[in-house]
């Protein structure tokens, strides 16, 4: 199954005691899968968010969620309650050593579209660098009228 969707992703990251930055976003993209292969989430970043020719895509299994992107700017966060994942995050700039520590995970995709949800803390070279989230809302595109 292979549909065009409609992504609405709401990030925020909280550094320190500086005010939560938060980031809104409504783009096209494709949701692949099934439920017995899990799910994949597409779309291409765009200048708002400062990764524009990026390919982002977020791979939903059961227990863990993976967010690949892969462009000007390559990098790969693994989601898992319990478990601190690291990573490399290729810039045009040098390599950085990633962290995520997941605090909580919630995924329920479907052919129709669906939610994640997802609230961690990154670290950069080893040092906690924010608090982060993502809300994320799919529905299927709407049909043209002919």
Same mark, same amino acid.
């Given at each position: 199954?292979e ?7 709401? *990030? /925020? ?6 005010? %939560?930055?938060?980031?809104? +976003?409504?783009?096209? @993209? ?6 017995r292969?899990g ?7 765009s ?5 524009? *020719? /990026? ?6 299994? %059961?227990?863990?969620?993976? +967010?690949l992107?892969? @462009? ?10 319990g ?9 045009p700039?040098g ?13 329920? +995709?479907?052919?129709? @579209? ?5 609230s ?27």
């Open positions: 199954m549909k065009d969707v409609i992504i609405s992703i709401k *990030g /925020t990251q909280a550094v320190d005691d500086a005010p %939560p930055e938060v980031i809104e +976003l409504v783009t096209e @993209g494709q949701l692949r899968g099934s439920e292969e799910y994949t989430l597409s779309y291409q970043e200048e708002l968010t400062g990764l524009e *020719g /990026t390919l982002t895509t977020f791979q939903v299994e %059961p227990h863990q969620v993976t +967010l992107r892969v @462009g000007e700017f390559n990098s790969q966060m693994v989601f898992q309650l478990r601190r994942h690291f990573s490399m995050y290729e810039t700039y390599a950085l050593s990633v962290g995520v520590n997941t605090h909580d995970l919630r995924a329920e +995709l479907g052919e129709h @579209g669906g939610k994640i949800q997802i961690y803390a990154i670290e950069i070279e080893h040092n906690v660098a924010g608090e982060n989230s993502f809300l994320i809302d799919v529905r299927e595109k709407s049909p043209l009228p002919q």
